[in-house]
């Protein structure tokens, strides 16, 4: 679960994965630095079984814009920025929501935006909504529309 740490875990809150079972993967999840340290950010390493095929999957969490969010952020792009260094000798795909504007929708770069541009320019990663999405809106909510960001 997302947000509760990959060795203690705790109530209340947190995401989760589906996989499909016919898929035949073998899945582990990868610790993070400290249960505090990593809250938000699920680690997976996904091999295939019988098979030599491996790929890192990240869901995270970026808190929403706030003066304590920023320090806490910087903290989730540090443990990203490992991640990605660690298994540089697998496929990444990072995904989540990352609470960043990057001007797909005309809307001015926030924070979170900036992080994100610099961490997918930083890691040669692709932002799939501005590539892909051809910066069309991606959800739907109830008053309006939300982007989501794939890297």
């Given at each position: 679960?997302?947000?509760?740490?990959?060795?203690?875990?705790?109530?209340?809150?947190?995401?989760?994965?589906?996989?499909?079972?016919?898929?035949?993967?073998?899945?582990?999840?990868?610790?993070?630095?400290?249960?505090?340290?990593?809250?938000d950010?699920?680690?997976?390493?996904?091999?295939?079984?019988?098979?030599?095929?491996?790929?890192?999957?990240v869901?995270?969490?970026?808190?929403?814009?706030?003066p304590?969010?920023?320090e806490?952020?910087?903290?989730?792009?540090?443990?990203?920025?490992?991640?990605?260094?660690?298994?540089?000798?697998?496929?990444?795909?990072?995904?989540?929501?990352?609470?960043?504007?990057?001007?797909?929708?005309?809307?001015?770069?926030?924070?979170?935006?900036?992080?994100?541009?610099?961490?997918?320019?930083?890691n040669?990663?692709?932002?799939?909504?501005?590539?892909?999405?051809?910066?069309?809106?991606?959800?739907?909510?109830?008053?309006?529309k939300?982007?989501?960001?794939?890297?």
């Amino acid at each position: 679960m997302i947000g509760k740490g990959c060795v203690k875990w705790q109530k209340n809150g947190g995401g989760g994965l589906i996989v499909k079972n016919a898929l035949n993967w073998k899945l582990k999840e990868i610790c993070v630095g400290h249960e505090h340290e990593n809250e938000d950010i699920l680690v997976m390493r996904c091999k295939k079984v019988q098979a030599n095929e491996c790929i890192i999957l990240v869901v995270c969490y970026m808190t929403t814009m706030g003066p304590l969010s920023q320090e806490e952020n910087v903290k989730k792009y540090t443990i990203l920025e490992k991640v990605v260094q660690e298994f540089s000798r697998f496929p990444v795909i990072v995904m989540g929501d990352m609470n960043g504007h990057v001007v797909i929708l005309g809307e001015k770069v926030n924070e979170n935006g900036h992080k994100l541009i610099d961490f997918c320019k930083g890691n040669e990663f692709e932002n799939l909504n501005v590539t892909i999405g051809n910066g069309l809106h991606t959800y739907r909510v109830r008053n309006g529309k939300q982007q989501f960001t794939m890297c």
